[in-house]
């Protein structure tokens, strides 16, 4: 049987996880990186795939079933997406959860008019837990979702403390509070404030000479970010950031905690522990790149998300094999 | 909106679990139960709903837009599933994972001959459990599955022990070993046996002046059901048997621990804590009659499985509003 020739649009952690989790999918075969940077300065890991210029994306819509497009939600995708989903069966990790209606119209747009498929905000959350509060909702009609974040980096985070002044380095880790974890799980559907739900914690390389208790005074006191948790700021050196902070671990909780007709508790826990949440994160578009090529291929056009694909669409296994040994 | 009209066949612990689970969705109204009993012998909880024979079903084809089929896998849905999905839309909980294939070819031409709707085994395993473990092994392809089931009681295994000579009443319960869920949830991707995995613990009333000593050995003994397992077995009274092992709690978990390209491990798990297994059961159930009916008023008629169903098909919300609110 002949592979899915596949795409990745974005070099950066996504990208390679991308590369990466389509290594360990047989049924496809990576074709090319699409890119902004001089193709030269990649270098892939891939045999055989070639690193291509971005604006040349529209010279290859032939030789390419499907892409996964890498690039970010606030800068890349508003304008990248529609432009790509007119070229190309594809998926987004879009992530900006206020603004997916409105991107979801673009796309759908963009892709039914060029007859493509094009599935967004694939990845975990949105993605993964957005299913599983959907379907546990469903499921236990009478009942609270919760949703717990962490242990894990949050970019945003990160980047905001990066800018303030004097601070060379950081990272942000976003940690659920195991009491309010313990309390959900017990049933008692707790009314939790951000407070009580999450606490953040910063590991912060200082400027040399910089007033290290300014900064953690800045960051504990910064609107939208910090001040409506409890957080602890950590000095160390760059040393001590490149051998202790450097990977991307994640990962979280979507718990829905209802109550049936006849009185009983009943509480539904999904969790993921991520060693790298880029190359989870690219894992799921993997599978939604499958389901993209198949429902494209049926003539099932138009943007898409995860709330509309059968599940057995991601699988490489056909649907009888599926039956027998998962059902 | 006109409501969807249900109807329950068989009113055992799980057609009292759909009715309690009909009256958290408003968006159904239960018109009848059918039975095979004595019409008159039977109660419901719910005004309005007529009690109805079995036998008669026919006659009501026109008046119920689907069905909530309550019977068990081994003596009913065999038989009465195809004939019942030549009238009426439907789902079942169909549970003998072997037979499956089987049974939904009879059930997807029966439902299709006559233009109607039929899921299968729906419920939570074969039903939630079986999409966990579909979506964690698409997303994670290089990895291993580990399912647990409890702390819960087993029907089969209870009835085994009350065929034994000596017992009067029974009631076992297949619990998850903790060093084996932890093992599992720390990535160790252990290989477990049968009796690494669950324990068994049985209380059991045995008849005035029998042998303890010998329903023990019967018991821890006995093939297929005990022999591969630890077993611990507490005798009671019949009193204590009424007061604490009334309840039907349940649950059990789903593990996909991966290894993603890039050589990071990752884990996903799911679980589920039910102080009624039939209510969740039929909680599940109601959410798929849900989608039954819409795919049915599409024109997507025959056999269908829980792999099939795109997830916003189950709510009872709009697609709109489920991206807004959920994605």
Known sequence: ???????IVGYGNIGKGVEAALSQNPDFELKAVFTRREPDTLTLKTPGARVLREQDAHLYKDEIDVIALCGGSNDDLPTQGPKMAALFNMVDSFDTHAAIPGYLAK???AARQAGRTAIISTGWDPGLFSML???SGAVLPVGED?????KGVSQGHSSAVRSLPGVKDAVQYTIPVEAALQAVRAGEQPNLTTREKHIR???????????????EQDIKT???????????VHFITQEQMRQDHAAMPHGGFVFRSGVTGGGHRQIVEFSLKLASNPEFTAGVMVAFMRAAYRL????????RTVFDIPLYYLSAAERDSLIKELL
Chains 1, 2 share one sequence.
Not at 222 to 232: E, I, L, S, V
């Open 146 to 150: 919760y949703t717990f974040w962490g």
């Open 222 to 232: 910064m609107k939208n970010y910090f001040d409506a948790y409890d957080t602890t």
């Open 133 to 135: 509060r959907l379907l």
């Open 107 to 109: 796309m759908d747009a």
């Open 296 to 303: 494209n291929k049926e003539g099932q056009t138009g943007g």
């Open 201 to 215: 914690v910063c590991y912060v390389v200082p400027e040399e000479g910089a007033d290290t208790a300014r900064i």
């Open 1 to 7: 049987m002949s592979k899915i020739r596949a795409a």
